[in-house]
């Protein structure tokens, strides 16, 4: 009862945006009736806590806003649809599947794809506009700039961290393995920079970031496993602090003062669950 109470409170304080989104995406289908009009398109589970700013910034260069949800349980989906976006359910099999699906599912060809925890900046909000009236390239790359435990990270090799986002899914599609998925182009096909920053809220305290490093280096280990790679000892032991000294001295990490520090060392740690999984992979093997 307490969340079906959640809802209703959540469905009236939300209903009168609600209207004004849908009216703002019918003014502007008006509006740009000669302009490439854009299906916004983003993937979520349980992401309530950041949504409603991803796509109250994309509906100001949306035409449409598709989602795809994977099973959210935490009114994710619900939010979304009070906020004028089509919500579409898929079970969760991967990102590159994910948001291949919900370009496939798009009206127009012209896609920008974000994910829930990114926000349009107003300096890239009117990049995008003006991109829609003139459409040159097949894809645009963006800067993203990534937000650690509250402080903009502008070195340590975080920035400009560029990101295919927006482009024609005639030329274009998600690729990659289980992690670190990224736009694959066609042969010859064009691309171009916008300006302005796409705002990205990566990790919002140190045990998410934590949490986070058990889980990727899990699903890289595999993947490396399955693959075939192998992980020698002087991986485990040198290959954290070639990562640290990369990222710290080299990327200028130190610019970035101790959320510098906390990422070099994040990064160097991650290299070596990475490699101690692999290991104990190769080892369940040899038994």
């Known amino acids: 009862m307490k969340s079906v109470g959640m809802f209703e409170s959540l469905n009236t304080s939300l209903v009168m945006l609600s209207h004004s989104n849908n009216q703002t995406l019918q003014h502007s289908n008006t509006r740009s009736s000669m302009k490439v009009p854009i299906s916004v398109t983003i993937i979520t589970k349980n992401e309530a806590e950041n949504i409603e700013a991803c796509i109250q910034a994309a509906l100001r260069v949306a035409d449409e806003i598709i989602v795809v949800d994977s099973l959210s349980t935490d009114g994710t989906q619900q939010l979304c649809q009070i906020l004028g976006a089509i919500v579409i359910e898929r079970p969760f099999e991967g990102y590159v599947e994910q948001k291949n699906a919900a370009i496939d599912l798009a009206s127009f060809d012209h896609i920008l794809s974000l994910d829930a925890d990114e926000i349009l ?167």
């Open 121 to 287: 900046s107003e300096s890239l909000i009117q990049s995008i506009l003006a991109a829609k009236s003139n459409f040159t390239a097949d894809a645009y790359e963006v800067n993203r700039l990534n937000n650690y435990c509250g402080q903009w990270i502008r070195h340590s090799g975080w920035y400009p961290d560029r990101k295919i986002r927006l482009f024609d899914r005639r030329k274009a599609r998600w690729g990659g393995g289980r992690l670190h998925e990224h736009i694959v182009l066609e042969k010859n096909a064009s691309l171009s920079l916008l300006e302005g920053d796409l705002l990205h809220y990566s990790y919002k305290n140190i045990p998410d970031h934590l949490n986070r490093i058990n889980r990727y280096t899990d699903i890289m280990a595999l993947a490396a496993y399955e693959s075939g790679k192998k992980a020698g000892l002087e991986k485990v032991i040198f290959s954290p602090f070639i990562n640290f000294n990369k990222r710290y001295f080299l990327k200028r990490g130190f610019l970035d003062g101790y959320y510098g520090f906390v990422i070099a060392i994040m990064g160097a740690y991650y290299n070596f669950m990475k490699y101690v999984k692999l290991r104990e992979l190769q080892k369940e093997k040899e038994l």
